[in-house]
């Protein structure tokens, strides 16, 4: 185990991390795995009990190994205390959530309340990274109303925007394609970027990841950091920008999708022709049932008031926005037009979370598009390979839809709807459950299956756009 020699090397940073999400024990885990004394802090008593077990109280691919790391190293604390998570720090990692709004606009409440709670608590001169993505503006305010509590210690702000994937979190933030460091102290930036120097050396020594998981951690798909320096609304615009961009592309492939469908068009040929253009590139070029999660939705309608607030309009955003509201109704229509009305069929949804790879179904387009079915009387079964009634709580799912517990146990319905794009419905033994679909009908809203086969198994296959 080289890798965990190498102890001494940043001793003499303490860091602290705000917030136990996605992001904050991800890279809190790997601060820890990688020799730096880190504290996590959060309010959540079931969240700080489940981490000081040695686990993650959510469902990312190979985090539990990491926390587990961090713990058995003695250098992950999880605490419910500011007071414990500040008494030696000497740099502050923000990573709470910042939920949207009613109106579009973020909620900023956690984000003030942790830079007071970090201020008030500090013992030494501190920067605090905002790692939160927050509207451009709201870094300079922060920092003067920390600068308003305290002036007997010295504090500096960074703006470093996370771009991890969740499914992949722990490999994306292992390997980043770039760290955006956006500050007006340059030493606070040098340090913040020398953490980061310290952490990527540390995951490049670890080499054991692909030989246990496989591809998903090929050394291939890494690429070299590249570090940016900026200011500190270049950096919160990076952040918000990138994503806003990304929905930009999805609704863009959506909206060709459709003309596919009337036209005859195969989208995913159409956008291996486009993608393979470099200036394009082929990824978030797939169509299907829209983006939803915790971030895109959110993002792209905190932009939208970024420009509103300014007295500006971005039109493309509201576009994007429109096309992908209207995905899952796209979907829904579908489904009529092969089942005529939808009172009392039986309809078996196979995935629930937002994407493949998480338990998370914050804003999922399969939720939206389950409650629809279910508000044209249609009865729903469905089956997630990660996602139960505890993570569905907060989502507003159907009380009516028959939550499954294995896919084997699928009772005879008129229709398959495929909904998340997890690749167990790709490797279902779609011939065993032939006899069970009465119209014989596959809708396919992520694209997933393979047409031809499918259809060489008597089925119709419908995708979006295919
Ligand atoms: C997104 C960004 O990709 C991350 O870089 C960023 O750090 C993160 O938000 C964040 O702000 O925290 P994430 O929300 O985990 O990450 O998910 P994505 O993989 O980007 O997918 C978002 C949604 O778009 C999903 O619903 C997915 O199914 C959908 N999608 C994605 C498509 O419908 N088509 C595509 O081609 C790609």
């Not at 830079?115 to 305010?141: F, L, M």
């Not at 020398?194 to 490049?204: D, R």
């Not at 998370?360 to 079964?381: F, M, Q, T, W």
Request: glycine share 8%; with cysteine.
């Amino acid at each position: 185990m080289p890798v965990f020699n190498k102890l001494n090397i940043m001793n003499k940073e303490i860091i602290t991390i705000i917030g136990s999400g996605y992001v904050g024990t991800t890279f809190g885990a790997l601060l820890a795995a990688a020799g730096i004394k880190t504290y996590l802090v959060d309010l959540d008593e079931k969240k700080i009990e489940t981490l000081k077990s040695g686990k993650s109280y959510f469902f990312e691919p190979y985090l539990d190994e990491f926390i587990k790391k961090g713990m058995d190293s003695g250098l992950l604390y999880p605490t419910m205390s500011y007071e414990e998570a500040f008494k030696d720090s000497t740099i502050a990692f923000s990573c709470v959530g910042t939920p949207d709004l009613p109106d579009g606009n973020v909620n900023l409440a956690y984000i003030y309340a942790a830079a007071e709670e970090a201020t008030r608590n500090a013992k030494n001169d501190i920067i605090y990274v905002q790692k939160s993505t927050v509207p451009v503006g709201t870094g300079r305010s922060v920092l003067e109303k920390m600068k308003e509590i305290r002036s007997d210690i010295d504090i500096t702000y960074i703006s470093n925007p996370e771009f991890l994937r969740e499914g992949s979190a722990m490999f994306d933030t292992m390997y980043p394609d770039r760290v955006v460091v956006g500050g007006d102290d340059k030493s606070s930036v040098e340090r913040i970027i020398k953490i980061y120097e310290h952490v990527l050396e540390f995951s490049k020594t670890f080499n054991s990841l692909e030989d246990k998981y496989g591809s998903a951690f090929s050394t291939t798909s890494i690429t070299e950091t590249k570090y940016f320096e900026t200011t500190i609304p270049s950096a919160e615009l990076i952040k918000v920008s990138a994503n806003a961009f990304l929905a930009l592309k999805i609704s863009f492939a959506n909206s060709i999708a459709t003309l596919s469908d009337k036209s005859g068009a195969n989208v995913a040929e159409v956008m291996d022709g486009i993608g393979a253009d470099k200036r394009i590139g082929r990824s978030f070029l797939y169509p299907g049932l829209g983006y939803g999660g915790g971030c895109f939705p959110k993002d792209v309608a905190g932009l939208q008031k970024s420009f509103e607030n300014a007295g500006l309009t971005n039109p493309i955003l509201d576009a994007a926005v429109e096309v992908n509201s209207n995905m899952p109704a796209y979907v829904l229509n579908k489904v009529k037009q092969e089942l005529g009305e939808l009172s009392d069929k039986n309809i078996l949804l196979l995935g629930l979370a937002f994407k493949s790879g998480t338990s998370d179904c914050r804003k999922s387009p399969a939720i939206k598009l389950a409650n629809l079915l279910v508000e044209n009387g249609a009865n729903i079964s469905a089956f997630d390979p990660q996602v139960d009634r505890e993570e569905l709580k907060h989502e507003k799912l159907s009380e009516s839809v028959n939550i499954l517990a294995e896919v084997d146990e699928i009772p005879s319905v008129d229709i398959v709807i495929i909904a998340t794009e997890w690749p167990e419905f790709k490797s279902l033994n779609w011939k065993n459950f032939k006899d069970n679909v009465s119209s014989g009908v596959i809708i396919d809203a992520r694209n997933i299956l393979n047409k031809k086969e499918i259809e060489k198994l008597g089925y119709k296959y419908l995708g979006v756009g295919i």
